[in-house]
């Protein structure tokens, strides 16, 4: 199992610290990072979070999925590959 970890759903005003903060009631955060668009400077909405091991990786799943954080629902689950995208 992996210990990153896909989180969907946040709430523009979600911060990397908020993120680690919310994911360390888990267990330890190894990295947290909202994805910001570049043009814009704003959240994409989605970002991922790396737990210390794939045991804490499971239980923020089962324990912070569909949790309210900054006032919004979010959506954990495990992060997949990047594919690779033809450039349009």
Do not use: C, H, N
């Not at 199992?1 to 946040?10: A, C, N």
């Not at 911060?15 to 990072?33: H, M, P, W």
């Amino acid at each position: 199992m992996e210990k990153k970890l896909y989180i969907g759903s946040l709430a523009w005003k979600t911060t990397d610290d908020s993120l680690r903060s919310f994911f360390q009631t888990i267990g330890t955060v190894e990295s947290a990072s909202v994805i910001m668009d570049k043009m814009t400077g704003r959240s994409k909405g989605f970002g991922f979070v790396e737990m210390s091991s794939p045991e804490e990786a499971e239980r923020a799943i089962s324990e912070l999925d569909g949790k309210e954080l900054d006032g919004r629902g979010i959506r954990v689950s495990i992060a997949r590959p990047k594919e690779d995208r033809p450039r349009e």
